[in-house]
């Protein structure tokens, strides 16, 4: 059965580094998701993306972020300047129609120190 | 906004016996429901979801869960708990055309054997 992966799958960053957390999703998938999970907390959204542009983005989702799908496979989420609070763990999600069912993969643990 | 509530952050149960973690949402029509389970160190698995039609639906292990719109709830059950089914559970919604999950806080499920 067809997954989502993530790689890596633990990312240690020194505060105010740059870094690029990647998922392949699914092939036939066209809706890609953002998620994040501070350690202890709920799962928050972070940004949708359909025909190369995103949809929706959440308040967490500032200029740091950035999304991008640079080869038409892989899907990334960028930091730019990493901060203490940005340690968690990242999920990316697709889905094939919007408000479909969205599968996860496995997680990008980051830790910024 | 909506808004996801489950109840009860941390659930003890002994192997064997019936299981029954609550979720309730707020939001004005009915959106799409799920239940996600996340196991230690892993990524969200879909148990099932809801969407419209027969109110009780059947998901993966053995799980069902019940829509009650009059209790803007999404109850999920088991009849037997296995040890195996120790894990967080996330109860999900999705708002039509909107394409985000808004999740809720967890239930981690313990089982005593």
């Not at chain 1, 092939?27 to 998701?33: A, G, P, T």
């Not at chain 2, 069902?64 to 296995?82: C, I, W």
Request: with cysteine; proline share 4%; hydrophobic share 35%.
């Amino acid at each position: 059965e067809p997954e989502v992966t993530q790689t890596p799958s633990h990312q240690v960053t020194q505060m105010g580094q740059e870094v690029i957390l990647r998922c392949v999703p699914i092939s036939n998938h066209l809706y890609f998701y953002w998620y994040r999970q501070i350690l202890g907390q709920k799962v928050e959204f972070l940004v949708s993306f359909y025909n190369n542009e995103i949809s929706e983005k959440s308040e967490i989702f500032d200029d740091q972020f950035s999304v991008e799908r640079p080869d038409g496979s892989n899907f990334t989420l960028k930091i730019r300047s990493t901060k203490l609070e940005d340690s968690a763990m990242y999920f990316c999600a697709d889905g094939q129609e919007n408000t479909d069912t969205q599968y996860f993969g496995p997680g990008t643990r980051l830790t910024v120190l | 906004a909506q808004s996801v509530t489950q109840p009860d952050i941390h659930i003890t149960v002994s192997e064997g016996a019936s299981l029954e973690l609550r979720c309730n949402y707020s939001y004005g029509a009915t959106p799409y429901l799920f239940w996600y389970v996340q196991s230690p160190g892993q990524g969200l698995q879909l148990l099932l979801k809801y969407f419209s039609g027969d109110t009780l639906v059947q998901g993966i292990k053995g799980f069902e869960a019940e829509f009650k719109r009059s209790q803007s709830s999404f109850n999920l059950r088991k009849p037997s708990v296995h040890w195996s089914d120790a894990a967080e559970y996330f109860c999900a919604v999705a708002v039509q055309g909107a394409q985000k999950l808004v999740f809720g806080q967890g239930t981690r499920l313990t089982i005593n054997p």
